[in-house]
């Protein structure tokens, strides 16, 4: 992977362009048969609606550095026009382009979310197959629960076997993940609920909830698996900033978990910040507040293409350097999981290039805070093989 940096040290550029990544908070792949409908689709993140036709996903910085990046690893010039593009990529297939994009991606580990429409996209064991990485699975709390409400499990039972369900699934796992920011944001009382309350609750939900796709909404219940999460002790990664428009992105600042934060038992387990964006710089004082917040600034990277570059550099501030994970937070195109990476590595090498040509900072620090970065944190937090 080279020439995404064109001046700068060598070593570090030679350092970054091969350093393995664990990706710390990805999705699967699409399985195959996509349209490029779909396709543009997936580069819109907030949007559910299908892209309209007086306008391509493509005009946005994603998609011109899916043209800039993307395009050479089919044999196409950088910034094909996004007809010629797709064209290829037909030509070629999907499973091909999946292996090309995943493989290209230098990742050693993937810690796939498992939770969101599991059926088209590829799990751990297929992204490993595809890829050759590690896959790893990561735990849906929201999921867990739904799952219990589909098998119409009593609500007198509910907090017993939700415990036992989520011991279970965890011997699998490295990790949990919460979506509350999607289910009630974070502007609510986080705090543990009590027995009589989630039997309560459970009961509430579960004589409502329809039998096809139960949704939970229910804040106690929310917290209680939140809390049962916190008693197991893997690390939680909660879901912040940036998303679609399903969630309010004026209740998943991460500033608004600072009492949950506060709380005895929490700082005892590794809280994961994913996104983040807009919310980064607030992340960053987080993870410097609390020895066990760390972050990542996964999704907006991608998203902003070129202006990654300053995202990258803006997670650089407050955050000490053993608390900051790489992500792609990718899902469905495998361009987004090759992206990922590419600009990552392009973002690091220019900017702690940028402190070392300055002699602000030495090649050897530099080379050595990519690694934490790329790899080294992610696989002491998650205990990685
Ligand atoms: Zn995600």
């Known amino acids: 992977m080279t020439g995404f940096v064109t001046a700068g040290d060598r070593e570090l550029v030679d350092h970054v362009a091969s350093v393995p990544l664990v990706d710390h908070h990805v999705h699967g792949a699409f399985a195959a048969g996509l349209s490029r409908a779909d396709f543009e689709q997936s580069l819109n993140e907030a949007s559910p609606d299908p892209i309209p036709d007086w306008m391509t996903q493509f005009d946005s910085q994603l998609g011109f550095a899916i043209r800039r990046w993307c395009a050479p690893r089919l ?112 502007g609510i009382d986080l705090s543990r609920p009590g027995e009589a309350a989630v039997r309560e609750a459970a009961g509430r939900w579960i004589d409502c909830a329809g039998p ?75 993870a410097q507040a609390f020895h066990n917040v760390y972050f990542d600034v996964g999704l907006g990277v991608n998203f902003l293409g070129a202006r990654s570059l300053d995202l990258i550099a803006e997670s650089f501030e407050l955050a000490p350097f053993a608390k900051q994970l790489y992500s792609s937070d990718a899902f469905g195109p495998p361009e987004l999981h090759y992206l990922g990476s590419v600009l990552w590595r392009r973002a690091i090498a220019t900017t702690l290039g940028g402190w070392v040509d300055a002699g602000d900072w030495s090649a050897a620090d530099a080379c050595r805070v990519a690694a934490m970065v790329a790899r080294d944190n992610a696989r002491r937090v998650y205990r990685l093989p």
Not at 128 to 141: E, F, K, N, Q
Not at 150 to 167: E, N, P
Not at 238 to 267: C, E, K, N, S
């Open 75 to 186: 044999g196409l010039p950088a910034h094909a026009p996004a007809d010629e593009y797709w064209a290829r990529r037909s030509e070629l297939g999907d499973e091909q382009v999946t292996a090309i994009f995943l493989g290209g991606a230098g990742v050693s580990d993937w810690l796939v979310d498992t939770g969101l429409r599991p059926a088209t996209i590829l799990g751990p064991a297929e992204m490993s197959a595809a890829s050759g990485g590690r896959g790893h699975t990561i735990v849906r709390l929201e999921g867990l629960a739904e799952q219990l409400a589909t098998d119409g499990i009593a609500g007198r039972d509910y907090a017993d076997v939700f415990r036992a369900r989520l011991a279970e699934a965890a011997r699998g796992a490295v990790g949990v993940k919460t979506i509350i920011a999607y289910r009630s944001g974070f």
């Open 212 to 286: 096809a796709e139960p949704r939970l909404e229910d804040q106690v219940l929310l917290r209680f698996g939140l809390h049962a999460a916190v008693d197991l002790g893997l690390p939680i990664q909660v879901h912040t900033g940036f998303g679609d428009r399903d969630l309010d992105l004026r209740q998943v600042d991460p500033l608004l978990l600072l009492d949950f934060l506060r709380t005895p038992q929490v700082a005892a387990v590794p809280v994961m910040l994913l996104h983040c964006y807009p919310y980064h710089r607030k992340a960053g004082y987080l």
